[in-house]
């Protein structure tokens, strides 16, 4: 059986630091030197609003995006929360994820949850 080569993080801790220094760091450093073949930021609750917010993120967020990270926001927060189109103008692909994030653990996939 072959291994999956694809990494997803669970991001929902909004601190800007851990948002920069952690999350966009890793990911973006992830693909430029092939850690990984897929990485995917998975947008879950308050981070939705910081992304939506700060110029800050969005500019990483584009960095990572030419890099190749993939970024996805449940959309349920981002309804809540108001930012849904704010999202997807910025190229972030909002959907409901609760049951893709049970097939990623029931699935055994890599995933980091920060």
């Given at each position: 059986?072959e291994k ?24 973006t450093n ?85």
């Amino acid at each position: 059986m072959e291994k999956s080569n694809e990494l997803y993080i669970l991001w929902t801790n909004a601190d800007i630091l851990t948002s920069e220094k952690m999350v966009m760091m890793y990911t973006t450093n992830s693909m430029l030197q092939k850690w990984w073949d897929n990485v995917t930021v998975i947008i879950w609750g308050a981070t939705a609003k910081l992304v939506a917010e700060s110029d800050l993120i969005q500019n990483k967020i584009k960095i990572a995006q030419h890099a190749g990270v993939k970024f996805s926001a449940c959309k349920a927060c981002a309804d809540q929360l108001g930012v849904s189109d704010k999202l997807t103008n910025l190229g972030i692909e909002v959907l409901y994820w609760g049951e893709g994030l049970t097939d990623i653990f029931k699935n055994g996939e890599k995933l980091i949850t920060i």
